[in-house]
């Protein structure tokens, strides 16, 4: 008698941004009575393809005391797991802190790790976002007979067409499609092929753009 939640499966979307953002500063300061909270810094933002996220210190003169920087990059990482457009992890990010500012009594880890994620957010909005959606490698053996019918089935997933190769009265079809479109694909290429077709194990290709339609409906 144990309840189930049954839906598709969840795809991992991601995050990224196309453009830079200079300049982010953003301050973190309260005062509760006695001691208070205060910490700021400035960052620049910007693409990093395929090399994952980068934090770059480049405070000079003591803006920043040392201690405070590793509290920034912290803040900006936990930032980092909930993008602007459907709280999808942005990747792929290389962020420099040029400048800032602290208190002798006020400034504290917290306060900067607070500032570091207030910067990050308003540069990640800055930036151009995009949602990325994770591309799948399929290959597809099937008689010639149904080749036409799974070439189109695969057109209209969004594939995008590769090698294709004959072995023996076979034809191996290879094709990047988007992990979204895939969900039932078995069941639809045993009905094309009348169970004749079959796949391989489908394997992580990439991340790519998604189309205007997905980000609409993943932003709802």
Same mark, same amino acid.
């Given at each position: 008698?144990?309840?189930?939640?049954?839906?598709?499966?969840?795809?991992?979307?991601?995050?990224?941004?196309?453009?830079?953002?200079?300049?982010?500063?953003?301050?973190?300061?309260?005062?509760?009575?006695?001691?208070?909270?205060?910490?700021?810094?400035?960052?620049?933002?910007?693409?990093?393809?395929?090399?994952?996220?980068?934090?770059?210190?480049?405070?000079?003169?003591?803006?920043?005391?040392?201690?405070?920087?590793?509290?920034?990059?912290?803040?900006?990482?936990?930032?980092? #797991?909930?993008? $602007? @457009?459907?709280?999808? /992890?942005?990747?792929? !990010? &290389? *962020? %420099?802190?040029? =400048?800032?500012?602290?208190? +002798?009594?006020?400034?504290?880890?917290?306060?900067?790790?607070?500032?570091?994620?207030?910067?990050?957010?308003?540069?990640?909005? #800055?930036?151009? $976002? @995009?949602?990325?959606? /994770?591309?799948?490698? !399929? &290959? *597809? %053996?099937?008689? =010639?007979?149904?080749?036409? +019918?799974?070439?189109?089935?695969?057109?209209?997933?969004?594939?995008?067409?590769?090698?294709?190769?004959?072995?023996?009265?076979? #034809?191996?079809?290879?094709?990047?499609?988007?992990?979204?479109?895939?969900?039932?694909? %078995?069941?639809?290429?045993?009905?094309?092929?009348?169970?004749?077709?079959?796949?391989?194990?489908?394997?992580?290709?990439?991340?790519?753009?998604?189309?205007?339609?997905?980000?609409?409906?993943?932003?709802?």
């Amino acid at each position: 008698k144990v309840g189930a939640t049954v839906g598709e499966p969840q795809v991992a979307f991601r995050e990224t941004i196309t453009a830079p953002a200079e300049g982010v500063r953003a301050v973190f300061k309260r005062q509760t009575g006695g001691r208070g909270q205060f910490g700021d810094v400035a960052i620049n933002m910007e693409p990093n393809p395929d090399k994952g996220f980068e934090f770059v210190d480049k405070i000079k003169g003591g803006a920043i005391p040392k201690e405070f920087i590793p509290a920034v990059e912290q803040g900006v990482e936990e930032a980092l #797991r909930s993008g $602007p @457009i459907a709280s999808y /992890p942005v990747v792929d !990010v &290389k *962020v %420099t802190l040029v =400048d800032g500012s602290f208190h +002798a009594v006020d400034s504290s880890e917290i306060a900067f790790k607070v500032a570091g994620s207030m910067a990050c957010q308003d540069a990640v909005r #800055r930036a151009k $976002p @995009i949602l990325l959606e /994770p591309i799948m490698q !399929v &290959k *597809v %053996t099937t008689p =010639d007979e149904y080749m036409g +019918a799974i070439i189109g089935d695969l057109n209209r997933r969004r594939g995008h067409m590769g090698q294709m190769e004959t072995e023996g009265d076979m #034809r191996l079809i290879q094709a990047e499609v988007p992990l979204s479109e895939l969900f039932g694909y %078995t069941t639809t290429l045993r009905t094309l092929s009348q169970g004749r077709a079959s796949h391989h194990p489908m394997e992580f290709l990439k991340y790519s753009k998604a189309p205007e339609s997905l980000v609409e409906k993943n932003s709802e």
